[in-house]
């Protein structure tokens, strides 16, 4: 067998993976589950055309410039299928790549390594994906002290993944579920007759630490929102000048958060008006998914 590329980088100790907030339990589950759909009964290419006995050693490189994210989960992935497959990183979750760029290597058993494949890139790149893009919005708004946030517009069963890949961009998460918080929004606010009487109702109701956030959409919900104790009031689909006025109105009441309309060409625009947060769907919804390949460095 002959190598095609040069020796490997030196591996460079992961930064991000340790992340509290996705657990190799996480990982372990999301990875059993992709393999249980991908490969019920065995992978048959494999089987029919790869040796029982072959050895594979292979590289995971960059097509476009990126930030990693998801390095343990591709380990997870490529190492599931067999304890002899070895993974070095050679980026840790958060950094930025270039094209070109080898950003781990594996070796071990030819079948596990191509079986275990296609799960394994579909993780990389779709937590990649997720992490470039934030890292867009994040410097876009930069020395605004406007804060980035991901929302609920997750893949379902990706959730744990994709939120850790916004932290990896520099952005940051807004409750994981529908249990860390209480956020009123418009069907909601719809079926109260008094705004404020209802919010003051619920902080009666919850634990002291529970947050409250109110959506709102017309400038005159604002006072009624703080005064029934909104921790954050989010302003929806404002304009630039009422985003103005109802950071003004605020006043340093409660945390104002903007939603609607954001947009990489838009960001910047939102964030100078002074608001705490912006949530942005699209960071997790609507991202295609980076291009990084696989590619086999020995050959028979």
């Known amino acids: 067998m002959n190598s095609v590329l040069s020796s490997p980088p030196t591996a460079v100790p992961p930064v991000v993976a340790a992340d509290p907030l996705l657990s190799p339990t996480q990982i372990e589950k999301v990875v059993r589950l992709a393999f249980e759909e991908d490969v019920p009964a065995g992978d048959l290419t494999c089987w029919a055309f790869v040796p029982q006995d072959a050895v594979a050693e292979a590289a995971l490189v960059a097509r476009q410039p990126g930030v990693l994210s998801g390095a343990e989960v591709f380990r997870t992935a490529m190492t599931a299928l067999s304890p002899e497959v070895d993974v070095t990183l050679h980026r840790h979750d958060g950094a930025r790549f270039s094209s070109g760029d080898r950003l781990a290597s594996v070796r071990g058993p030819a079948r596990a390594v191509l079986t275990a494949e296609r799960v394994a890139l579909n993780l990389v790149q779709r937590m990649t994906a997720v992490a470039t893009l934030t890292a867009r919005y994040v410097d876009a708004v930069a020395g605004t002290g406007a804060r980035i946030t991901d929302t609920r517009k997750t893949t379902p069963g990706l959730r744990a993944l994709e939120r850790h890949a916004v932290r990896c961009g520099g952005g940051h998460n807004h409750r994981f579920s529908l249990s860390d918080a209480v956020m009123a929004k418009d069907n909601h606010i719809g079926l109260v007759e008094d705004l404020s009487a209802a919010v003051a109702a619920a902080r009666a109701r919850l634990p002291h630490t529970t947050h409250i956030e109110v959506?709102?959409?017309?400038?005159?919900?604002?006072?009624?929102?703080?005064?029934?104790?909104?921790?954050?009031?989010?302003?929806?689909?404002?304009?630039?000048?009422?985003?103005?006025?109802?950071?003004?109105?605020?006043?340093?009441?409660?945390?104002?958060?903007?939603?609607?309309?954001?947009?990489?060409?838009?960001?910047?625009?939102?964030?100078?008006?002074?608001?705490?947060?912006?949530?942005?769907?699209?960071?997790?919804?609507?991202?295609p998914a980076v291009d990084l390949g696989l590619d086999l460095t020995t050959q028979l």
Do not use: C, K, Y
Not at 258 to 285: F, K, P, R, Y
């Open 215 to 287: 959506e709102v959409d017309r400038i005159d919900q604002i006072e009624p929102a703080l005064a029934g104790g909104a921790d954050t009031v989010m302003l929806d689909n404002f304009s630039a000048a009422d985003l103005r006025r109802g950071v003004e109105i605020i006043g340093g009441r409660a945390v104002v958060e903007a939603s609607g309309g954001v947009h990489l060409d838009t960001v910047g625009e939102i964030a100078a008006t002074g608001v705490d947060v912006i949530s942005v769907g699209a960071l997790t919804h609507g991202v």
